[in-house]
């Protein structure tokens, strides 16, 4: 252990830190102290989203400490931009273990500099606080949550005024303002309890209203309001809406996973609460099954992400991808909105550069603007921003289990994604037809699409310059050639720069700066590589594509695009 880590901890054995807090370091000292070291050798980094990292004590850890140490950062930063103006900011919390006393330390931090606080009462979905940062006028908002991450893990995703996170240069002012902060000198911790409002049944009724206005055929849902939906909110904050919501919309059977109904950050039934794992949703698909339900949905701990289980075409049950769920989802918002008459020559949607490329082809079909951003959520907010007044958003999306549907919402928003993908399987019930049918047709109508998502873990003190490696590996010697098909285009986003490999032509990318790089080959394939920016992973996103001529070649073509996917990560050595 070098000498700079054990000055950071001696600060915290000396200083005005909790009993509890130096007893833990002690104990580490004598028992783990490999785990003490990785505590403490590096602060952690509030990225453009926010923090996110393990629980427990150390300048690496999310605690209380390095929580009020963000907070007053981002409050000096709120103050600074809005010196002559009433400041106010919402907090919300999901429910993982210690988010209520992290919300409510973050809440008497901003109150303690003088900024009036709206928290939520108890736990609620992440994106009903983008919208109450909206409903309530509010400069900015946090909620702590570490979204999908397993249960040692906890977060604060940071909100702008728009109700999205953070971007340019908020992002990066924030940043400064929070590494400036030094010691727990500088943090104002008590003082401004007059100034914290709680909020909650008033918020949910508006927030409630709002998601009903994004129906398009609420006389399907009339008519089939006896789909049988099961729902699970694995142990998270959807449990407070979603079933509430699905009630508003009309629906009237539904069935909530009782093992997995109670909000608990031990998440005790699963591994890894996230609905993109199958095992996460193996207990909903098992009720499914045994209801021979139409229609099985999760959604995250924050209720940000959807998972759908339905029947193939062969009766089986099965999980959607996020790339087939957002399909799906934009499909039926441009094609409903048509068939019923309600569609604007200026709509547009949304999706981000590692979604799949049938979502441009759905759109360009429809002759409906589709625009391509980075990944995460507050780049399809900023789009949605500019384009205010002059574009009519209706939907964006991508593959990692998100949609943002309307523009009342700012973020990736599952509570209303259950919502719209129930009356789509109504929609589709009603026409004597399931989820997986309509999938079917639409591969037939644009194109047989398939994804695949690799995650490759590098944790510990070198994960981080290991992934580096690898990056810097794939820019400076990029593939020429892989599985046996030629790379004709390289875009670096890191460069800005799109490269044809044959004929040595460079183009601008219209987009920030991002860590991204992509490979896309004489046939359409697109291979993608990007570091994930709140976990030590690097990502590598794999989009196939042929034609479906019929429903009946469905299997054959689909294992040819699996087989397809197969050698091509065989050839780049990541399995």
Known sequence: MNQAIHQKIASWLEGNFDTATKEEIRSLQANQPDLLEDAFYRNLEFGTGGLRGLMGVGTNRVNKYTIGMATQGFSNYLLKTYPNASISVVVGHDSRNNSRFLAETTAQVFAANGIKVYLFEALRPTPELSFAIRQLQCKAGVVCTASHNPKDYNGYKAYWNDGGQLVPPHDKNVITEVEAIQSLEEVKWTGGDALIEIIGAEIDASYIAMLKTLSVYPEVIAAQSDLKIVYTPIHGTGITLVPKVLEAYGFKNVHVVEEQATPDGNFPTVAYPNPEESETMRIGLEKAKALNADILLGTDPDADRVGIGVKNHKGEWVLMNG?????????????????????????????????????????????????????????????????????????GGEESFGLMIGDQIRDKDAVSAVALLCEMAAYEKNKG???????????????????????????????????????????????????????????????????????????????????VLQFVTEDGTKISARPSGTEPKIKFYFSVNSVLPNREAFDEVYAHLQNKINNIIAAMQLN
């Open 433 to 515: 037809k399931s989820l997986f049918d309509k999938m079917i047709e639409l591969y037939m109508q644009y194109g047989f699409y398939y994804e695949h998502l690799i995650s490759i873990t590098k944790k510990g003190m070198n994960g981080q310059q290991e992934i580096a490696a690898m990056m810097e590996g794939y820019r400076k010697q990029p593939p020429t050639e892989i599985a046996g098909m030629k790379v004709v285009t390289l875009l670096d986003y890191q460069l800005q720069v799109s490269t044809n490999l044959q004929t040595g032509v460079q183009t601008t990318i219209q987009l920030p700066k991002s860590n």
């Open 323 to 395: 790339n087939q769920t957002a399909v799906l989802a934009f499909a039926y918002m441009m094609e409903a909105r048509r068939a019923k008459g309600i569609a604007a020559p200026n709509d547009m949607v949304v999706t981000t550069i590692v979604t799949t490329e049938m979502i441009n082809e759905v759109a360009r079909q429809n002759e409906v603007n589709c625009y391509n951003v980075l990944t995460g959520f507050k780049w399809i907010a900023e789009l949605v921003k500019e384009k205010e007044g002059k574009e009519n958003y209706i939907i």
